[in-house]
């Protein structure tokens, strides 16, 4: 009688899958994740900078701060979509995706013999 594969509640689907092309899809989703946590924490901080402008009442701290505020999400924005760029570009060096593709991720797990 065969062992059905283990399964994960919180990532359904995975359990059918050969463990390289699970924990690709792990990996995957984990940036995926931390790529919309990131952004939408950008803009909050953009929205926030916003209001901070503009319920300054012309006082020059408030809106430097301000200023401050929107330069410091916008450049943290672009650092997280870099990263995500080289992440890519460094999965794609080391062969296990293809930048043409939409398919899963393949990593190749050592093994000891």
């Given amino acids: 009688?065969?062992?059905?594969?283990?399964?994960?509640?919180?990532?359904?689907?995975?359990?059918?899958?050969?463990?390289?092309?699970?924990?690709?899809?792990?990996?995957?989703?984990?940036?995926?994740?931390?790529?919309?946590?990131?952004?939408?924490?950008a803009f909050f901080q953009l929205i926030l900078g916003g209001i901070n402008w503009i319920s300054s009442g012309g006082d020059k701290g408030k809106v430097e701060a301000a200023q401050q505020r929107l330069t410091q999400a916008i450049i943290g924005l672009m650092i997280v979509f870099a990263s995500w760029a080289i992440f890519i570009l460094i999965l794609q060096f080391f062969g296990i995706i293809s930048l043409g593709t939409t398919g899963e991720i393949k990593l190749k797990l050592p093994t000891i013999f």
């Fill in 1 to 41: 009688m065969a062992v059905p594969p283990i399964q994960n509640p919180a990532v359904p689907g995975l359990g059918d899958k050969p463990p390289e092309v699970a924990f690709g899809t792990m990996i995957a989703g984990i940036v995926g994740v931390l790529l919309t946590v990131a952004s939408i924490w």
